[in-house]
């Protein structure tokens, strides 16, 4: 897929016209990150957006001991950093690599000036962190109101609507889960099991499925 194929994706920048998008192509520049790699590191500077063109990556805040909260999984068509460029302070979290990793990045100086050149981007922008401060206080009310079983169903729905289906098309370990909701793996693995035999998900070698969305929405305590 060409950059300006890769930018067309991203929702921000899907209602430019093609010699505004050539010109923002212009300005973005290619990386490739290796599977487990740094990509940013919590409390570094913020200079780019860094929008996924290929692979998936982690937002992550990592304790002391070494244990990892993962804040959200990002995927192709996905872009972080941004709020770093809006109040210029440090970034608040890291982000890894989950496997091979294609990224388009866009310098603090570009992305300010596309800001001033196209409205709509920054209303896009406004759009998106509106998305993710409702996110945000979803999974701090499901940490303090629901059981695991709850939380494990609130996120299944969260990622089949970010694949924009049934299907979850993101590749999330039972690992990767029980660190998205603060449990342990073989908690989420039994859960994902209980969700399974009663007829809530299907599991197979394609990934999850959502079969019974209704009673997967009760289990999350979703109206």
């Known amino acids: ?31 490739t990150y290796p599977k487990n790699s740094v990509i940013v590191f919590e409390d570094d500077p913020g200079d780019a957006l860094y929008l996924v063109a290929g692979g998936q990556v ?14 959200s999984v990002l995927a192709q068509g996905d872009f972080f950093g941004e709020m770093s460029l809006i109040d210029d302070e440090p970034r608040s979290a890291h982000v890894i690599a989950m496997e091979d990793a294609q990224l388009l990045v866009l310098r603090r100086e570009d992305f300010q000036r596309a800001l001033e ?20 206080d979803d999974k701090i009310g ?7 079983l709850g939380r494990v ?23 990767t889960l ?12 039994r859960t ?7 007829g809530l998900i ?13 009673a997967l929405r009760a289990a999350a305590k979703l109206s």
């Open 178 to 189: 029980a660190q998205m909701i603060g449990s342990s793996r073989e908690t989420v693995s």
């Open 202 to 214: 299907e599991v197979s070698r394609k990934g999850i499925r959502i079969a019974d969305r209704t």
């Open 58 to 71: 982690k937002v992550v805040l990592i304790g002391e001991d070494g244990r990892e909260v993962i804040l």
């Open 1 to 31: 897929m060409s950059v300006a194929q890769t930018l067309r994706g991203v929702p921000l920048f899907a209602h430019l016209g093609d010699e505004e998008l050539a010109r923002l192509t212009g300005a973005v520049r290619e990386r």
């Open 142 to 148: 499901a940490l303090v109101l629901l059981d695991v």
């Open 153 to 175: 169903a609130r996120v299944l729905l969260e990622l089949a609507d970010e694949s924009g289906g049934d299907l979850i098309t993101k590749r999330v370990t039972h690992h």
């Open 117 to 136: 050149e196209y409205p709509r981007i920054a209303l896009g922008l406004l759009r998106a962190l509106s998305r993710r401060l409702r996110r945000a």
């Open 192 to 198: 994902i099991r209980e969700l399974a035999d009663r």
